[in-house]
Every structure is written in structure tokens, then in C-alpha cells.
């Protein structure tokens, strides 16, 4: 046989039995289908889901599911499955009367588009058409196909397209807003204020905190150690550690003499 996915070679493989089967691909008008709904499709011609584990049936359009042999080579079982998880998925919407779309799309300044098609070239999901209004061709995205996935607004030359919840002037407002409180904090620094850093606070340690925190109160141990003062296991030690560690209660005090393992001490 020939092993064209690992050794790109020809295997000689001692057999019980061969049963010879065609290799399955996809439909040869899958390209077809994806352009009418605009779904992606792979290098070999199969639809592709958002993903294969937690969305296996959905597609980028809500609404289009997708299952059995159209994603891939499966036996029946496989099939069967996969369909019946779309069935439910579409059922589930039948039921509900109609179907919930993101706001986050694509939205046109009509004032300023001056229809240069580089948008509709680069949308994947041909959401992006030509009309006329006031006598000049601009971009209209169709909001059912349209997915919000921004990749037109950066190409566009007269900055005519905007994500929506995502448009310049609220972005602009979140990187001001986050300035401003870097400004303030360093007014209080100017003015002497005092602005504890590096240290997390918090008012009462949990339980476990409280028994490691006693255990290593003048001392460096280790984490056996520390297991074997407060009976606690060293897994959940080696946790709790860990999260003391970032809230600056607890600091690395280097190795032990056998130097098998670190040792922790209370912070100052």
C-alpha cells in the first residue's frame, strides 16, 4: 500500500484480510452550494463547521446546519448522529417562530462610500453588494449573511465602514476612558497619596490559607512538609500555594538541602 500521510512511501503489511473500498470525496457541485449559502468549505471540498467539538453541526450562518458525509468521510452511525443533532438544532428553531441574528454586523456611511468593490472583495460570505443612492453606487451589507467579522472595515480607503458596538468613537472612548484612570493614578502618586501596588488584598484568607499561613509563620518549608504540619494533601497544597503566591501572602524561598523540592515562605 502507499502511505501518503506520514511516510510518503510504499508499505509492505502482513493482512488477515483486505477489503478493497473506494475513497469517498465531496460532491462535485459543493462549490456551488457554498456560494449560494454561504457557508466555508475546505481544501477538499467538504463543509466545514465552526467547530469540531463544540459546534459540529452549526455553520458561520445561523440557520444553515450542516451534517452527515457533507463534512467529512463517516460511516452510517456517524451520519446518523450528526443528523440528528442538525434536526434537533433547526427543530429547536421551527419551534421558537423565528431566528436571533448578532447586532455586531457591518454598517456603511452612505455620505462617504464611493463604492471602490475592495469590501466586497474581500468579504468571505458575499454579504457586501452595489446600490444606488442619490444618484452614486455605494456598499449595502446584507445583515442576514453578514457575520460582523470586520474584515472589511480596514480595507476600506474612505473609512466608510463600521462594525457595529465596535464602531471608531466607542473604541476611541475605551482606550480614553483607560488613559484617564492611568492619569488619575498618577495625580495621587504626584501628590504623595499613597497607591499600594503588586499586592492584591483581600480581608480573610480562607480556611486552608489560614492553616499554611500558621504553619509557616517565621519559617521555610516545603510543600511535603507543609502537607505533613497541616494535614492537608500536598496536591491541594501545591494549589493553594500557588494562588497565595500571586496574592503576595507566600514567596519561593529556594530549594530544600536535598534540593528535591522549593520551599515557600511568608511574604513581607
Known sequence: ???????????????????????????????????????????????????????????????????????????????????????????????????????????????????????????????????????KMIAEVNISTCTGCGICAPVCPTNAIEIAQYTDNEVESMIDGFMSEGEIEQRELEHGAKVETGKTGMKEYPELWNSIVSVLDGKSLTIPKISEATGIESHLVTWHLMTMNRYSVVEPAGLDDDEAYFMYKLKK
Open 1 to 135: 500500500v502507499k502511505d501518503y500521510l506520514t511516510s510518503k512511501k510504499e508499505l509492505t503489511l502482513d493482512a488477515d484480510l483486505v477489503v478493497l473500498v473506494t475513497g469517498m470525496v465531496a460532491r462535485s457541485d459543493s462549490n456551488e452550494i457554498s456560494s449560494k449559502l454561504k457557508i466555508p468549505i475546505g481544501t477538499d471540498k467538504f463543509f466545514n463547521e465552526i467547530h469540531p467539538k463544540l459546534k459540529p453541526v452549526e455553520t458561520v450562518i445561523k440557520g444553515v446546519y450542516i451534517g452527515g458525509a457533507c463534512q467529512g468521510p463517516k460511516n452510517i452511525t456517524e451520519s446518523v448522529q450528526s443528523a440528528l443533532s442538525g434536526a434537533a438544532k433547526i427543530n429547536a428553531i421551527i419551534r421558537k417562530g423565528n431566528i436571533e441574528l448578532e447586532p455586531i454586523v457591518a454598517r456603511v456611511n452612505a455620505e462617504v462610500c464611493a463604492w471602490c468593490d475592495k469590501c466586497s472583495e474581500v468579504c468571505e460570505y458575499d454579504a457586501i453588494k452595489p446600490i444606488e443612492s442619490s444618484g
